[in-house]
């Protein structure tokens, strides 16, 4: 059976050279080896050259499923065999997965990925909520991850390809669930196994895990308006729970402050998307942006009475800024009421970090010390701001206060316990 291999990259220079080296290790050797680099900025093409493959450069980045596309147009083997290009496969890796196309109905393979980094809370938490695998079986999975697969070129082509609109993630299951509606099977099989070389800080966990998902909401329509985005919210404090469960039924209690985190960090992430018509983009800001919106905010509460019609000098481009400092205006006297102040205060300034970017422990100080004020900051949420969301702001408070409740109910000192895991994760928020 002839098989190619395609490895698409986006500034991957450093760890390029161990997935190729371990590519041309396979015991099953390749027909040829394609790197497609996806518009990198870094050394990737220079790496790759060095090696006997063939590059194909993208002109600018077009994300995973263009890169994928790229690969099956211009490979004309049978099979074509993909390998994530921050992973390392064992020597019978391809070997293992050529013997599970026992039959035309098997138009796909794949394989176990381990994580290699295990030196943080951030790769831990990885390793135990974003695993690539389907167990210790051989079975026929709902989907094969796309880190490591093998795919007959015939049914990916009869597929008309991956969706280019889901840019690099969901695009794996999308085209499997295409396949199987087409009557195709897929296989996984845990002894054809790669290393995952990658390493995570606090803004790239949240967000891949977050673009991981979105696509599925958005299939599901609740991004279509004010009352369905509300359960959305719901759902992120739902799967925050779930993580609870399992972190503390594991005694991995390190890990429950991140779990506490992506409740807040996926409900502003999906507020982003909600209001920008579904930009999947991060959220970047400036730190000149955050003060100036922050400013603005105080400003507008002062005048919300007196000044009613108030007009924001602020460009329309801060309006997701807005909406992030306000949750935390009027979230931060009910974190309050349950933590410590210092604790309150860490969780803006990873807020602000990995959803918008922006990195100011003095911001997020000052954010959290009006916030505990004698203000009636809660009025926000019926406010008349041009920017401001009024019904998510509401929402997402009322949320977040039954939830508190519910975790103290559920877990005895769950306040010393997220103190002590948010200190863990803020040794190394940024690595």
């Given at each position: 059976?002839?098989v190619?291999l395609?490895?698409p990259?986006?500034n991957?220079?450093?760890?390029?050279?161990?997935?190729l080296?371990?590519?041309l290790?396979?015991?099953?050797r390749?027909?040829?080896?394609?790197v497609?680099?996806d518009?990198?900025?870094d050394?990737?093409s220079q790496?790759?050259?060095r090696?006997?493959?063939?590059?194909?450069?993208?002109p600018?980045n077009?994300?995973?499923?263009?890169?994928?596309?790229?690969?099956?147009?211009?490979?004309?083997?049978?099979y074509?065999a993909?390998?994530?290009s921050?992973?390392i496969?064992q020597p019978?890796?391809?070997?293992?997965?050529?013997?599970?196309?026992?039959g035309?109905?098997v138009?796909?393979?794949?394989g176990?990925?381990?994580?290699?980094?295990a030196?943080?809370?951030?790769?831990?938490w990885?390793?135990?909520?974003?695993?690539?695998?389907?167990?210790d079986?051989?079975c026929?999975?709902?989907?094969?991850?796309?880190?490591?697969?093998?795919?007959?070129r015939?049914v990916?082509?009869?597929?008309?390809?991956?969706?280019?609109n889901?840019?690099?993630?969901?695009?794996?299951v999308?085209?499997?669930?295409?396949?199987?509606?087409?009557?195709?099977?897929?296989?996984?099989?845990?002894a054809?196994e790669a290393?995952?070389?990658?390493?995570?800080?606090l803004?790239?966990l949240l967000?891949?895990?977050?673009?991981?998902?979105?696509?599925?909401?958005?299939?599901?329509r609740?991004?279509?308006d004010?009352?369905?985005?509300?359960?959305?919210?719901?759902?992120?404090?739902?799967?925050?729970n779930?993580?609870?469960?399992e972190?503390?039924?594991?005694?991995?209690?390190?890990?429950?402050?991140?779990?506490?985190?992506?409740?807040?960090?996926?409900?502003l992430?999906?507020l982003s998307?909600f209001?920008?018509?579904?930009?999947?983009?991060?959220?970047?800001s400036?730190?000149?942006?955050g003060?100036l919106?922050?400013?603005?905010?105080?400003?507008f509460f002062?005048?919300r009475?007196?000044?009613p019609?108030?007009s924001?000098?602020?460009?329309?481009?801060?309006?997701?800024?807005?909406?992030?400092?306000?949750?935390?205006?009027?979230?931060?006297?009910?974190l309050?009421e349950?933590?410590?102040?210092?604790f309150?205060?860490?969780?803006?300034r990873?807020?602000?970090?990995?959803v918008c970017?922006?990195?100011?422990e003095?911001?997020?100080?000052k954010?959290?010390?009006?916030?505990?004020?004698?203000?009636?900051?809660?009025?926000?949420?019926?406010?008349d701001h041009?920017?401001?969301?009024?019904?998510?702001l509401?929402?997402?408070?009322?949320?977040?206060?039954?939830?508190?409740a519910?975790?103290k109910?559920?877990?005895?000192?769950i306040?010393?316990?997220?103190?002590?895991?948010?200190r863990?994760?803020?040794?190394?928020?940024?690595?």
């Amino acid at each position: 059976m002839e098989v190619s291999l395609y490895i698409p990259c986006f500034n991957t220079a450093e760890t390029l050279p161990f997935c190729l080296e371990a590519a041309l290790r396979q015991t099953v050797r390749p027909k040829d080896i394609l790197v497609v680099d996806d518009g990198s900025t870094d050394e990737t093409s220079q790496v790759a050259s060095r090696y006997p493959v063939r590059v194909i450069r993208h002109p600018r980045n077009l994300g995973l499923s263009a890169a994928r596309n790229t690969a099956f147009k211009d490979l004309d083997a049978e099979y074509i065999a993909a390998v994530d290009s921050d992973c390392i496969v064992q020597p019978q890796w391809l070997e293992n997965l050529m013997k599970r196309f026992q039959g035309p109905a098997v138009a796909g393979a794949g394989g176990r990925l381990k994580e290699t980094y295990a030196w943080s809370v951030f790769d831990v938490w990885r390793s135990r909520h974003m695993r690539q695998d389907w167990g210790d079986e051989v079975c026929a999975p709902d989907f094969l991850f796309g880190s490591n697969t093998v795919f007959r070129r015939s049914v990916i082509t009869e597929a008309d390809f991956y969706n280019e609109n889901l840019g690099s993630n969901y695009e794996d299951v999308d085209m499997c669930r295409r396949l199987k509606s087409r009557g195709y099977s897929v296989v996984y099989d845990p002894a054809a196994e790669a290393d995952h070389l990658r390493s995570d800080n606090l803004y790239s966990l949240l967000n891949t895990f977050w673009k991981w998902h979105v696509a599925y909401y958005e299939d599901q329509r609740y991004y279509s308006d004010m009352d369905r985005f509300v359960y959305k919210i719901q759902d992120n404090f739902g799967l925050a729970n779930r993580f609870f469960s399992e972190d503390t039924g594991t005694r991995n209690h390190f890990l429950l402050y991140l779990d506490f985190l992506l409740a807040f960090h996926h409900t502003l992430r999906d507020l982003s998307f909600f209001i920008s018509g579904g930009n999947r983009k991060p959220c970047d800001s400036g730190v000149a942006d955050g003060w100036l919106s922050f400013l603005d905010l105080d400003l507008f509460f002062h005048l919300r009475k007196s000044a009613p019609g108030y007009s924001t000098l602020m460009p329309r481009s801060t309006a997701f800024l807005h909406n992030v400092l306000a949750l935390q205006l009027v979230s931060g006297r009910a974190l309050q009421e349950h933590f410590e102040k210092d604790f309150s205060q860490t969780v803006c300034r990873h807020l602000l970090f990995s959803v918008c970017g922006i990195d100011d422990e003095y911001l997020a100080g000052k954010v959290m010390r009006l916030s505990a004020a004698d203000r009636p900051w809660e009025e926000l949420c019926a406010a008349d701001h041009p920017y401001l969301v009024k019904e998510f702001l509401h929402n997402s408070l009322r949320g977040l206060r039954l939830w508190l409740a519910q975790l103290k109910d559920r877990c005895a000192g769950i306040e010393d316990i997220l103190t002590l895991s948010a200190r863990a994760a803020g040794q190394v928020w940024r690595l």
